[in-house]
């Protein structure tokens, strides 16, 4: 039936040309933006999933950044320790010296006074970042290490990696764990030393005599024990965190793919489908221009 009021054809063209604009908006946002799913409108799950990756991956990264801090802060007082141990052993040989007949104790007093004071110096630049893990400062070090979501229905929580502090000299910071004097390099006696030794403040009075000189070679052998276990106990602090950083890094690169995977628009696909969109709308113009023309094929039965 043919009629002047009702046009089906018309409604029919116009309905299909309306779903292909819409769909040519829809991609022409994929093509312009980059991605799938920009909102929650486009998909509330997938959205919402990637939302809580994105967050995750933010908090990664910086996490990622502060164990490269901690690295570095450790990696200096490995080095700091390693050349306290050299020192130290330096001061060995020098009171070792002091113990052979004739020695000048003046001159050898004079060095030893230099090498303390090159321990001194040694712990007080071994700082980074503000931090300084020889000092006495802090009497440990908790260093962010990963991650734990709990999604709004358990606490989320920051784990760490922990370094007991050991000073090498105390008194360190505003308010020193360690109080000044009590550092290992301070008042070391190891066993069978009759007093401790202060090699931050070593002079000729430290190789006056043959039993001081034990002493003094006593303590020193403590001392060296003691920083060479500090060593390695940073040292497998600092491969613990290395590790942990390239874990991090890995899940980091993982929660990228991750969120590209779910919210970015393919764009050979994207492409393709616009050119189809774009001649489908070409075409349901012209058959909507058709549709129209059937009023003026009724006007001509009446000529």
Same mark, same amino acid.
């Given at each position: 039936?043919? @009629? ?18 819409? %769909? ?5 946002? !994929?093509?312009? $933006? ?8 486009? =998909? ?14 933010? &908090? ?12 570095? /802060? ?19 040989? %020098? ?6 007949? #004739? %020695? ?45 979501? #709990? ?6 929580? /920051? *784990? ?33 030393? +009759? ?9 000729? $009075? ?12 006593? *303590?020193?052998?403590?001392?060296? @024990? ?15 965190? +290395? ?7 890995? /899940?980091? !690169?993982?929660?990228?793919? #991750? &969120? ?11 492409? $393709?489908?616009?050119? %189809? ?6 075409? #349901? ?8 023309? =059937? ?9």
């Amino acid at each position: 039936m043919s @009629s002047i009021l009702t046009n089906p054809s018309a409604i029919t063209a116009l309905q299909s040309l309306r779903a292909t604009q819409q %769909a040519l908006a829809s991609t022409q946002k !994929e093509v312009s $933006t980059g991605l799938k799913i920009s909102s929650a409108t486009d =998909n509330a799950s997938t959205w919402s999933i990637a939302e809580t990756m994105k967050s995750d991956q933010g &908090v990664l990264s910086t996490i990622g950044d502060s164990m490269a801090v901690s690295s570095s /802060l450790l990696n200096i007082a490995q080095t700091a320790v390693t050349n306290a141990i050299s020192v130290l052993n330096n001061i060995k040989s %020098a009171v070792a010296q002091a113990a052979q007949p #004739g %020695a000048d104790t003046a001159k050898i007093g004079t060095s030893l006074t230099g090498l303390s004071n090159q321990l001194k110096s040694i712990v007080a630049s071994a700082s980074f970042n503000g931090l300084n893990i020889l000092d006495g400062s802090q009497s440990s070090f908790a260093f962010i290490a990963s991650y734990t979501d #709990g999604g709004g229905s358990t606490a989320s929580a /920051l *784990n760490t990696i922990d370094l007991t502090a050991t000073a090498l000299i105390g008194g360190g910071g505003a308010s020193p764990a360690v109080a000044a004097g009590s550092g290992i390099l301070e008042a070391a006696q190891g066993t069978g030393a +009759t007093a401790a030794t202060d090699f931050t403040n070593l002079s000729e $009075t430290d190789v006056s005599s043959s039993s001081v000189i034990t002493d003094s070679l006593t *303590n020193a052998d403590k001392v060296i @024990s003691d920083l060479t276990k500090y060593a390695a106990q940073i040292g497998a602090t600092q491969t613990t965190i +290395t590790g942990q950083a390239a874990f991090v890094k890995t /899940l980091n !690169e993982a929660l990228t793919n #991750g &969120v590209s995977s779910l919210v970015d628009a393919d764009m050979n696909e994207a492409s $393709t489908r616009l050119q %189809a969109l774009q001649t489908q709308q070409q075409l #349901g113009v012209q058959s909507l221009s058709i549709a129209n023309q =059937n009023s003026q094929i009724i006007l001509k039965l009446f000529q």
